[in-house]
């Protein structure tokens, strides 16, 4: 019924009303960029652990002392690749044991060296690329100690030092975010305090009135909850969507590039739905900043 | 005068809190009682008098004599500054902020100066006390459009106050203070914007509020509206009370006026 629908207390004409949603909306927008950075990481490591859990490297290095002159021997391939492909096809669980092509290592090393850079005269060490069944449980330290008695220089990477270095700068990033948030939070608190204090003495006169004709604190408290609920989800719907659109336009610029590392490809269903929470708490706790920054100020009046 | 009747009996179904009539107590009772504003005289010294439920009193005093500010305590906007008060028989030093709220809704107030809520219409600054107490019921708005046309503002159920003249904005006013039926009802200076007919008519809406039960107290300087109307005048001067008994069972004794 409209009789009953208007607020006694008038804060939307206040300046509060006017500058507020767009401190949530900004508010909510930082966080919910850090908030995306961290989901996706921590997607993105997922991702990666699970395409190289199964899989390790082998990288063999050049006979010490080339045996024909640097230039002649340089990129031939060390003798102890043979063995250690034996070795491999009889270890138990290994379906696939593959030396890497010189073309193929250029390839890879292409964007770290530039294409100009001949790998004819460098010596690039020989890598194995090793597969095994996905139910396999091979003993790597077994197969680490035999590598090394046929080639003592021979690397086995199981790839876990760099996941776990990955691993480290996320949950930094995680932290760095759980921290913006909390920051964010933090301001949202003091500013909703401070706005509604100030609602309170701009509109001292009508709360006055309100006591005077029997209203509780309560009531007064909900005016302004009501206030500060619609200008809060108001924001920070907005400040949600201007995020999801900066990542999307990023996602357009950079197409093509590192397209994997993108939050629109690698966020889940379930983080979409954590990021549409982040409005709905921060109105919540704006909400309930406003209740009991009126009851508090209220009660400590005679 | 039907419709004024059907409508505070419709009031009083709808409200929380049951008149405060029991035979033999007092609604309101100033002992000794002395007001003053923060550090400056007192304005009120030595008050004593006390009101019975059921009854209806004027009040009359010189400009200043302290009028509004006695009016004010009994509405428990200032507590006193010495001496004791009670309304409905509670000592208003004792009452919590809850229990303050509880008993202003049994009080119903038009203030000398209105207080209306310039953004709200004048059928929602009317309805507002009944939704306050958590009134909910659809008859409020049918029952406020009544109360307004009784008070002949049927023309300005929508109108803002800001644009309504003082003597319109104090019908609103008082249409506020009783449509709830209150317990008490203090009103100060309540005709003072208003032409002599239509302070006659107001006077009947308070006296049919009385003949339900509401006690009444009536701050004015209309002498002859006073006169025209057979209650008990309490007097306020130098700073002391004196109850002029006109009729018989006007509950009344004087007061111990300080500056004898
Ligand atoms: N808020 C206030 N602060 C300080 N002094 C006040 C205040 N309100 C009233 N007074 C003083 O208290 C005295 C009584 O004022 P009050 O308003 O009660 O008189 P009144 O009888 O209602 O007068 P009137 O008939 O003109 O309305 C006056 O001397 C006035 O100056
Ligand atoms: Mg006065």
Redesign the pocket.
């Known amino acids: 019924m409209k009789l009953f629908g208007r607020r006694d207390v008038p804060l939307d004409g206040d300046a509060s009303g006017r500058f507020l949603p767009w401190l949530v909306a900004v508010m909510v927008y930082l966080a919910a960029l850090a908030l995306i950075s961290a989901m996706t990481m921590s997607r993105a490591i997922t991702h990666w652990q699970e395409g190289l859990s199964g899989t390790l490297t082998i990288q063999i290095p050049h006979d010490q002392v080339p045996r024909g002159g640097p230039a002649s021997k340089a990129n031939a391939a060390p003798d102890a690749i043979e063995p250690i492909l034996q070795l491999l096809i009889a270890t138990p669980g290994v379906r696939e044991a593959k030396v890497l092509e010189p073309e193929e290592i250029e390839r890879l090393l292409q964007p770290w060296l530039g294409a100009a850079a001949g790998l004819t005269d460098l010596p690039v060490p020989s890598l194995i690329s090793v597969t095994f069944d996905t139910a396999a449980e091979p003993n790597l330290e077994n197969l680490a100690r035999e590598v090394s008695k046929i080639s003592p220089g021979a690397v086995v990477d199981t790839h876990q030092s760099w996941l776990g270095k990955v691993r480290d700068l996320a949950r930094t990033v995680q932290w760095v975010a759980v921290l913006v948030v909390a920051l964010i939070v933090g301001c949202a608190i003091m500013i909703v305090a401070f706005a509604t204090r100030m609602g309170l003495s701009v509109h001292g006169h009508v709360i006055q009135l309100l006591h005077l004709i029997g209203a509780r604190d309560s009531y007064v408290a909900s005016q302004f909850q009501a206030h500060v609920l619609t200008f809060a989800l108001r924001g920070g719907i907005a400040g949600l969507l201007l995020a999801v659109g900066t990542v999307f336009l990023a996602g357009r610029t950079l197409e093509g590039s590192e397209a994997i590392l993108l939050p629109e490809f690698v966020l889940q269903p379930l983080d979409w739905s954590a990021l549409l929470l982040l409005p709905v708490i921060v109105a919540i706790v704006a909400t309930v900043t406003a209740r009991l920054t009126v009851l508090r100020t209220l009660g400590r009046m005679p | 005068m039907c419709h004024l009747a059907d409508h505070f009996r419709w009031a009083s179904s709808v409200r929380f809190c049951p008149l405060d009539t029991a035979i033999g107590k007092t609604l309101v009772r100033f002992e000794d009682v002395a ?1 003053r ?2 550090a ?1 005289p007192e ?2 010294g030595g008050v004593s008098f006390h009101l019975a439920p059921g009854s209806f009193h004027f009040m009359i ?12 305590m009994i509405y428990l906007a200032r507590r006193p500054s010495g001496g004791h008060l009670h309304i409905f028989e509670r000592d208003v030093t004792t009452l919590s902020r809850h229990e303050t709220a509880m008993m202003r809704r049994k009080i119903g107030v038009v203030f ?1 100066d209105f207080r209306l809520l310039d953004h709200l219409t004048a059928l929602e600054n009317v309805a507002l006390p009944l939704k306050i107490s958590g009134q909910r019921d659809e008859k409020v708005r049918r029952h406020v459009a009544e109360l307004l046309a009784w008070v002949g503002l049927a023309e300005h159920l929508d109108s803002y106050p800001p644009t309504l003249s003082g003597g319109q904005k104090q019908r609103v006013a008082i249409a506020r203070a009783v449509v709830g039926r209150p317990s008490l009802l203090i009103a ?2 309540p005709t003072g914007n208003v032409d002599d007919r239509m302070a006659v008519r107001l006077l009947y809406l308070f006296e049919e509020l009385n003949k339900l039960g509401t006690t009444i107290v009536i ?1 004015t ?1 209309n002498e002859s509206l006073v006169a025209r109307f057979n209650h008990p005048v309490v007097r ?1 001067g130098n700073g002391g009370v004196r109850i002029d008994r006109r009729q018989p069972g006007a509950d009344a004794r004087p007061g111990k006026g300080s500056a004898a």
């Open positions: 007001l504003y923060g400056g304005v009120l005093g010189a400009s200043g004599a302290g009028k509004s500010s006695l009016l004010s000398q100060d200076e701050a300087h306020l």
